[in-house]
């Protein structure tokens, strides 16, 4: 079990530029969540996939926003057009299923300048 | 609605016991974590809660009231390692994978 890895760990990029964001979750889990989260205020959910499925996609913050998990194993969270608020930590998590806990990566902190 | 409430910051000295409480109110219940989230890092899992009563684990214990929407967490024997926000989250009845997620309490520890 190696944990849940996130690259990069900190992106800083001009506004109007697209970022990519990846996301390898512990190898048994299923269930992977990506996250926002801005000083101050818990996990914010974006969207999540049960394997390669992408089961919940209508809280992405907007279309720019999206995800994907081709093989069911490592995903990616893109946004395209990046706009000054969306500066924050992104946060990826995975899980074996329900009532398991979620196991969070160190996340990739954005700023936009 | 979905709505979690925990304090949002809390004082405590070296050595004493602190009890941060969560109330929710949320359509149906599967269950209730606890996080602990140091600065600029991820949180970690500390405590799940499903059916009422006291789960103990080392210096912390988590506590849960399924009538009365409530849960609490307790740290025992404060270390300045614990000064971090600590969140609490609920599966609720909607979703069986989307959390409900509070704000956080920081707990600030004195010597």
């Known amino acids: 079990d190696t944990g849940v890895s996130q690259d990069p760990r900190h992106k800083i990029t001009k506004r109007g530029q697209n970022v990519t964001f990846r996301c390898d979750p512990i190898s048994e889990h299923n269930r992977l969540y990506w996250y926002r989260q801005t000083l101050g205020q818990g996990p914010e959910f974006l969207t999540y996939?049960?394997?390669?499925?992408?089961?919940?996609k209508s809280r992405l913050l907007s279309d720019r926003f999206s995800a994907e998990r081709p093989k069911g194993s490592f995903s990616t969270l893109e946004i395209q057009r990046t706009e000054q608020g969306d500066s924050a930590m992104y946060l990826c998590?995975?899980?074996?299923?329900?009532?398991?806990?979620?196991?969070f990566g160190d996340g990739t902190r954005l700023s936009i300048l | 609605g979905q709505n979690i409430d925990q304090p949002t910051e809390m004082t405590a000295t070296e050595g004493a016991i602190v009890q941060i409480n969560c109330t929710y109110q949320t359509s149906g219940f599967n269950g209730l974590f606890w996080y602990q989230q140091h600065a600029g890092e991820a949180p970690t899992f500390l405590s799940y809660?499903?059916l009422d009563g006291l789960e103990e684990k080392g210096r912390f214990s988590s506590f849960l009231s399924r009538s009365k929407g409530y849960s609490y967490l307790l740290l025992k024997e404060l270390q300045m390692k614990d000064s971090a926000s600590y969140l609490c989250?609920?599966?609720?009845?909607?979703?069986?994978?989307?959390?409900?997620w509070g704000a956080g309490t920081k707990l600030i520890i004195k010597p």
């Open positions: 809660n499903v």
């Open positions: 998590a995975s899980s074996r299923g329900q009532g398991q806990p979620q196991h």
């Open positions: 989250a609920v599966s609720h009845g909607d979703s069986n994978y989307q959390l409900i």
């Open positions: 996939f049960q394997n390669e499925a992408q089961l919940e």
